[in-house]
């Protein structure tokens, strides 16, 4: 086992932990400052120097890292070793603007693995288990990110990459996977292929699932448990900081364990940047204080959770993340009121006649925002009669108005008729943006 694969980090006291991660910190700074032009100009420019820096109490003077900064620096500007020693690249999956890319050492593929190690480790896999990776394989860092994880462990890896579900359904029976890694969207595609395909939850031996990569509500957990007969966990991680593997849900389900010996996690308040306390919900902000190709520092996500230092009941002592809402940037303002699309889903998927498929329309018509919500009900909905079809739309209408304060027009559409995704999947079409 590696130096960094180390069990005894998500059981140790928070004084220690601060200790470990103050000295890494420590190095790290100094090792930016001398390498990243960028770094160092931006702590020049706010009057910082490396010998500023001695404890995780000094973290807040840095400045922030955005992901423009790594777009302006594009491709390759922020790496803080020479392009000889970085051994593969990945992309982040950003569909506006420029890519941010993203590189990775010897020593920081073998740092990943090992939290992607511990994260598996964390839920149950071991090396007896047949891990069927169907996260996309490419510049996307889930299908490696994974990869190299489960195989640390011994599993047996099934390296699948999205798309062609019907070949997923019949290698998930053939080959007898016990652990299926995709997002929670690509989960419930599957589970409708095996429908069509006549197959069973009783004819796979599946028992974990790994997913992430994208917002999901607890209602759309107990749908995927239930469709494919496993117990569903939540992995987090993005690109910048190093992939998947920054944390994981444990079987107590009460947050995700932060891999904090490698990430210092922060909660801020995105509109001013300033440092929450514990409990308080604002933006997840990482630094990564034992990368080598790319040490982001103070990084922000965008994505809004919150952070507890308790121990848990699994007797893990690691901070944890409270899973993540939705990101500030897929936060809709209609009519001045914050809507994140998960809360939605959350009120849809309370209805048992609701298939976990959905999309949200927002426009503009006459200066008023209006939002109307395309709803899949299954297959036995529309067999009944009309006035029981008008009591849903209206318990839909009433229920969502109710949870986020807006109205909304309802529209049910038939079993299927969604488009499906092999990945992240796309919840909403704001009109608003495309005049
Ligand atoms: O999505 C890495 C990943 C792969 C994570 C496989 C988990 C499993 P990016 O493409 O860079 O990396 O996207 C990162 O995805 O900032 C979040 O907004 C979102 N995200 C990732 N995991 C979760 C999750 C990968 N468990 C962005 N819950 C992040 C909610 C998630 N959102």
Redesign the pocket.
Known sequence: MSKYCNREMDRISRDELRKIQGERLKATVKRVYKNVPYYANKMKEKGILPDDINSVDDLSKLPFTYKDDLRDNYPFGTFAVPLKQVVRV?A???TTGKQ?V?GYTANDLELWADCVARCLRTVGVTSSDIVHVA?GYGL????L??HYGAEKIGATVIPVSGGNTSRQVRLLKDFGATVL?C??SYALFIADEMKSAGITKDDLKLRIG???????TDEMKAQIEEKLGLKAY????????V?????ISCPEQKG?HICADHFIAEIIDPATGEVLPEGREGE?VFTCITKEALPLIRYR???ISRLTFEPCSCGRTSPRME?????SD?MLIIRGVNVFPSQIESVLLRHSQVEPHYMIIVDRVNNLDVMEVHVEMNDEFFSDKVSSIEAVERKLRHDIESTIGISARIKLVENRSIQRSEG?ARRVIDKRKLY
């Open positions: 990945h982040s999956s950003g941010t993203v996260y996307f860092t889930g299908g990110g994974i890694c997002t929670p790994i997913f992430g990569a994208e917002p999901w939540d992995i987090y991680g993005l690109s910048e900081i992939g998947p593997g920054v944390s995700l997840l996500t965008r994505d899973k993540v809402a939705g990101r897929d992240k």
